[in-house]
């Protein structure tokens, strides 16, 4: 356990076992400014690593993005729309529930709006469930059309 005061001019530090005198001290000495932090377990982890991290992070789709960055800058979707250009509400809701893709000319607005990567709103993969049926392809992506001559027919 570990416990720490934080007042304009002291902080204290005491980590392993507390005694209840001196807790109880403390406690008289500083009332609700005094905090405890901890558990008996005080590794530290980095959470991006862990595995419900990643799991989390693989489920959460661009317009999950869009909604989440949306609700902390306290937006509605009709405000969100108007900055986007007039965007009608419906077609913001769309997004964000993954009925309708967003657009990379979208993505970018939103990215400098926000001001996050544009990655958090474009969708790379063609497996998440809810953007299945209209998966949206980046113009990078790679993917390139077959010729004839890669299909297996030859100039002779």
């Known amino acids: 356990m570990q416990a720490v005061v934080k007042t304009p001019h002291i902080e204290i530090n005491i980590k392993g076992n507390i005694s ?3 807790l109880t001290l ?3 000495e ?4 005094l905090r405890f932090t901890g ?10 690593e862990t595995d419900w991290y990643k ?5 959460t789709s661009p317009g999950d ?3 989440i960055y949306r609700e902390i800058h306290g937006m ?3 405000a969100l729309g108007r900055i986007l250009g007039n965007i009608p509400r419906q077609h913001i809701s769309n997004m964000e529930r993954g009925i309708r893709a967003i657009s990379v000319n979208t993505a970018k607005k939103l990215s400098k709006i926000f001001k996050v990567p544009l990655e958090k709103f474009i969708h790379f993969g063609f497996n998440t469930p809810r953007l299945a049926a209209h998966p949206v392809i980046p113009a990078k992506a790679g993917i390139q059309k077959k010729s004839k001559l890669d299909a297996g027919s030859s100039l002779a």
């Open 20 to 22: 209840k005198q001196l």
């Open 26 to 28: 403390l406690k008289k």
């Open 30 to 33: 500083y009332g609700k400014k």
């Open 39 to 48: 558990q008996e377990d005080n590794e530290l982890m980095n959470v991006f």
């Open 55 to 59: 799991k989390v992070k693989s489920e």
């Open 65 to 67: 993005n869009m909604k």
């Open 76 to 78: 509605t979707q009709e």
